[in-house]
């Protein structure tokens, strides 16, 4: 059974870059049937999809977050990555990775834990 | 961009039925927009209940159903239990790989 977890910095600087990494454990991120994502939940406010990535490297990004925001993939260590560079408080967010089956048809499942990430100097 | 709406907060009696929407502030939603649904609790990562438009995920109780009513999507709680007093989220596939979530509706179970 796939699972996901999140890790990187719980505190980002203002104007700096945040980088984090979902682990995928139960199957592998090469697989064809799956694309890997970011959604993120700014303290006490709705979820915002960040972008998709798929196996092969294709990218598809929120339009409003396409100019700073890098997603990409790590086969040997079965990861994928959201990289956001300059950054404000307002991208103070609960960061969770998700995936998506290849279908359009299919929804975000499963989701990792989320993890925290605070900007503030 | 076009922005997905759903009911900011929304109440129901224990036993009652309540349907909860997504719609687009332009448009109406198919489903061709795919869309799906998710539960979240206070401190918990979001549960998919619904996807392609009715699809149960594995474990969901059929007390949660998925449809397209008029020009929206729909989630209707049939026998609200208080358990089910979570926030809900609906996203819509708006084409060229991009999805976009709703602002979400809290539930009262009361």
């Known amino acids: 059974q796939l699972q996901l977890q999140e890790s990187g910095p719980g505190l980002v600087k203002p104007s700096e870059t945040l980088s984090l990494t979902c682990t995928v454990s139960?199957?592998?991120?090469?697989?064809?049937?799956?694309?890997w994502g970011w959604i993120r939940q700014p303290p006490g406010k709705g979820l915002e999809w960040i972008g998709n990535?798929?196996?092969?490297?294709?990218?598809y990004y929120n339009p409003s977050l396409k100019s700073r925001v890098t997603i990409s993939v790590d086969t040997s260590k079965n990861q994928f990555s959201l990289k956001l560079t300059s950054v404000t408080a307002a991208d103070t967010a609960v960061y969770y990775c998700?995936?998506?089956?290849?279908?359009?048809?299919?929804?975000?499942?499963?989701w990792g834990q989320g993890t925290l990430v605070t900007v503030s100097s | 961009q076009t922005v997905v709406t759903q009911e900011p907060s929304f109440s129901v009696s224990p036993g009652g039925t309540v349907t909860l929407t997504c719609g687009l502030s332009?448009?109406?939603?198919?489903?061709?927009?795919?869309p799906s649904w998710y539960q979240q609790t206070p401190g918990q990562a979001p549960r998919t209940l619904i996807y392609?438009?009715?699809t149960r995920s594995s474990g969901v109780p059929d007390r949660f159903s998925g449809s397209i009513l008029g020009n929206k999507a729909a989630l209707t709680i049939t026998g609200a239990q208080a358990d089910d007093e979570s926030d809900y989220y609906c996203?819509?596939?708006?084409?060229?790989?991009?999805?976009?979530f709703g602002g979400g509706t809290k539930l009262t179970v009361l």
């Open positions: 392609n438009t009715n």
């Open positions: 332009s448009g109406s939603v198919s489903t061709s927009y795919y």
């Open positions: 139960g199957g592998s991120i090469s697989s064809r049937s799956y694309y």
């Open positions: 998700a995936s998506r089956g290849y279908s359009y048809a299919s929804g975000f499942d499963p």
């Open positions: 996203v819509l596939y708006m084409g060229s790989g991009i999805w976009v």
């Open positions: 990535i798929y196996y092969s490297g294709s990218t």
